[in-house]
């Protein structure tokens, strides 16, 4: 009631109503600047809900719940009899599944007997070993993969796309070395022997620099197309000094990040399993979705992706960039 006097008086004062005589209370003022202040108020809140549910369109749920599901979801390994019948078969089929599993067991133990052992002789002393033996398989099936196959790559050579190990077979690295090796075993065979011949008479020496470091200057600016280079000892020693840069001449603290990418073991860019502290710095988007491209620019600090899944989206995702301002890694 009280705020539809004062709105009929200042309109009268304005010219908008029926002609009358201008008469203001005397805590009109204060009326209006408790409106003016509900108006910007609104259009606050209007602004972050836009935000919020863009972003909820956008964000990857997985990283999140799966954190907040492991307080209560409990690792859990399948016997051996329930590894074979996971899908309900019968019994015949269980028996040729046994007898299948077993064979190529045996067949490994047999063909890799020297790098299984040398596997068995670090496996307790080397985590990294039994961190990466089994993690490409299901938690449940683990435990009888493990057990059945307990293997270890351990290669001494290499010959085109060819790897020899120590038991003396030659196989095809289909891997490509995870994306490192881009140029082939040789190439860069012929580049390390080139490396060495270099600064062979130098050494170790951490501090002074050698004289090629200007030459992979250069190269790398050529190739980068951007102004200044900085060497790092880690792919994640890179990421850490990259994100503090970008949060220091941003002034900005989030980050953005695609689900099932990799950049490092630094808990600030790993969101979801794995990390213990919180993670709100850090926004993780769904890979391969239109609406992750559509975010305030006010926001975050910088971009970082994945070229390997979709180059369309990367390209993308660096267009917007540029157009916001922001850094991509």
């Not at 935000?51 to 909820?56: D, G, K, P």
């Not at 964000?59 to 590894?83: G, H, I």
């Not at 130098?202 to 060497?231: Q, R």
């Amino acid at each position: 009631m009280l705020l539809g006097e004062a709105l009929h008086r200042w309109t009268t004062c304005l010219g908008v109503n029926a002609p009358g005589p201008c008469r203001l209370a005397s805590g009109d003022g204060w009326l209006l600047l408790g409106f003016l202040l509900c108006v910007v108020g609104a259009v606050c809140v209007g602004h972050r809900l836009i935000t919020a549910f863009l972003t909820l369109r956008a964000m990857a749920l997985t990283p999140a719940l799966s954190r907040r599901l492991s307080k209560w979801v409990k690792a859990r390994d399948y016997t051996e009899e329930e590894f074979l019948r996971v899908d309900g078969a019968g019994a015949p089929w269980i028996e040729l599944r046994q007898k299948a599993l077993d064979r190529l067991a045996m067949c490994f133990q047999a063909r890799y007997a020297h790098s299984i052992a040398w596997g068995n002789a670090i496996r307790e002393s080397f985590s990294d070993l039994r961190f990466t033996d089994a993690n490409r398989v299901p938690f449940p099936f683990m435990r009888v993969m493990r057990d059945k196959f307990n293997l270890c790559a351990v290669v001494t050579a290499s010959q085109g796309p060819q790897l020899h190990d120590l038991d003396g077979h030659w196989t095809l690295d289909v891997s490509g070395a995870y994306g490192v090796n881009v140029a082939g075993f040789e190439r860069y065979k012929e580049w390390m022997h080139k490396g060495l011949e270099r600064v062979k008479d130098l050494g170790p020496v951490l501090g002074p620099l050698h004289p090629v470091v200007a030459e992979n200057i250069a190269l790398l600016k050529t190739v980068s197309h951007l102004d200044e280079v900085s060497f790092h000892m880690s792919g994640t020693e890179a990421v850490m000094a990259a994100v503090r840069l970008a949060r220091f001449n941003t002034r900005r603290k989030l980050i953005v990040c695609f689900s099932g990418a990799y950049h490092g073991w630094w808990d600030g860019v790993q969101s979801g399993l794995g990390s213990e502290r919180s993670i709100d710095d850090c926004l993780t988007l769904k890979d391969l979705h239109p609406a992750s491209l559509v975010h305030s620019q006010d926001d975050f600090v910088c971009f970082f992706g994945k070229p390997k899944k979709a180059p369309n989206l990367r390209l993308a995702v660096k267009i917007a960039c540029d157009r916001m301002n922001l850094t991509m890694y």
